[in-house]
């Protein structure tokens, strides 16, 4: 029943590989945030916060035509990206983006969920034991929001996996190079002969996102083990 | 230790407007709660920014809003003992005690680990986490941690507020004994009087904001005799000598107590209300009460609609009180000779 392609095989590695690049680029920058918007007062805040939330509610199809504006070729940045001999348009790497941007809310709000939990005397306690502000966000803050850290990553791993709307606009559909799991089911529910081919992805897609989840509750277990 | 303070901070519609000196190693900072107390304790520890003022400790200048000077928290060399025992839940006991210390410069790294886990007994304690642990571990730990960080003052924020009153009773050797043995000093903030008085000698009285009175723990006591709801409290300090028929036999000074709530413990620390001793001019022929002691009185001070009487029972004081038509029935001055009658029940024991 499960029978895969070669061209098959490239949209499962390539769905895999841009779901764990997404995650790896917007880690640091979805701590980052999730951290200012929990302990820093400043102005503007209100708006980062609808900022880093819109990609929630805009439709993914919207966020992957802004980005080409912003990318493409004669895009906002795309003198910039020329200058240093980039290309991402139709390339995975813009699949990583339209990834990145789309999972970053849902991982800022785990990590956030994660961080307003931490009692803020902890943070207090380790400032007048003679730790930097530094020092507190990686001996106190981080490890007190791993769990956070990985429902977020998780979640935005598995909805790296199901980015259609955004990727199809930014890295196209092109097998073996941008076409990942979605946009090979795309394409083989629109064929006469492709419905067991589309099925057997599904399939693959349902596998994955179980391991996901599993490794996810194996790693909070893990974590909530401590005396 | 100094510490001179003119400095404001608002928060909320609450204003504290601390200015005072206070030198002493072991001060009291006495308050309701709501009186600022907190807030005070976060603008010398750094952790709240004064809106304006300047604030010195032992002669350095912490914070100051006209030359621009805030010192961060990690530089002040404070540590906080907490309401709460604030452990870092990931981190073992051994790593939360050296938290502070493996961050204090090496020059002020003066507090022996081993000597200061076993003062508070917390040998067996070391590798384990810190979740499981009673109340009473927990903030002997955050107690270890403060003072580990070798801070120059040690700043402890109702550290007994959170635990039931056995426990506080024998978390506050420890804190004493910590502080005294490695030489920090420290200001003790709580809104007890009795913790005042078993930690401090020197009290700063904070309400509404402001410092209104610097004085002593005992003559705080006296001096809020007439409207506590318990009196004046006597704390005794007693040596267990043997049972009586149900009773124990204490001794205080050169007399022997008979005590309903003793226990088996050498030494025990029993509380005795002023309102709880019966005063007679001469000596009774016979009483239900258990102790008579023959007393002089030493000093009596007005409280309220009462007299306090100060008595010396050998070398010990207690003191009384009585209503003004009272002292004058029984002619009280300072000097004359006077019974003092205590029920054995009438010790309340500590701890």
Known sequence: MLSLTPADYDAVRLSLKVALAAMALSLPFGFAFAYMVTFLKFRGKVLLEVFINLPLTLPPVVIGYLLLLLLGKNGWLGPLLDLFGIRLIFTWKAAVIASAVVGFPL???????????????????SRTLGARWYDTLITVILPLSLRGIIAGSSLMFARSLGEFGATIIVAGNIPGVTQTIPLAIYEYAGSPTG?????????????????????????????GGRD | MEIRINAQKSIGGFTLSADFTVTGDQVGIFGESGSGKSTLVGLLAGLHQPDRGEIFLDGECLFSSRKGIMVPPEKRRIAIVFQQPCLFPHLSVKSNLLYGFRRAAPEHRTIDFAALVSVLKLDTLLERGVNNLSGGEKQRVALGRAVLANPRLLLMDEPLSALDDTLKFQIIPYLKSVSEQFRIPYLFISHSLVEMRLMVEKVLVVAGGRMVEQTTSDQLARSRMGQSQVGYINLLELEAIRRMEGLFVYQWGDTELLVSAGNNQPTALFELSSRDIILFKK????????????????????????????????????VAEVVVQAADDLGIVTGSEIFAAIKASSFRRLG
């Open chain 2, 283 to 318: 000596h009774p022929e016979a009483i239900s009460a258990r102790n008579l002691l023959d007393c002089i009185v030493a000093n009596t001070f007005p409280a309220g609609n009462k007299i306090g009487v100060e008595l010396s029972c050998g070398n010990r004081r207690l």
């Open chain 1, 195 to 223: 419905e067991s081919m589309a099925m057997s992805l599904c399939i693959v897609s349902v596998a994955i996102s179980v391991l996901v989840l599993l490794f996810h509750e194996f790693l909070g277990k893990k974590l």
């Open chain 1, 107 to 125: 991982l800022v709000r785990s990590i956030r969920i994660g961080m307003e939990t931490i009692d803020h005397q902890l943070i207090q306690a």
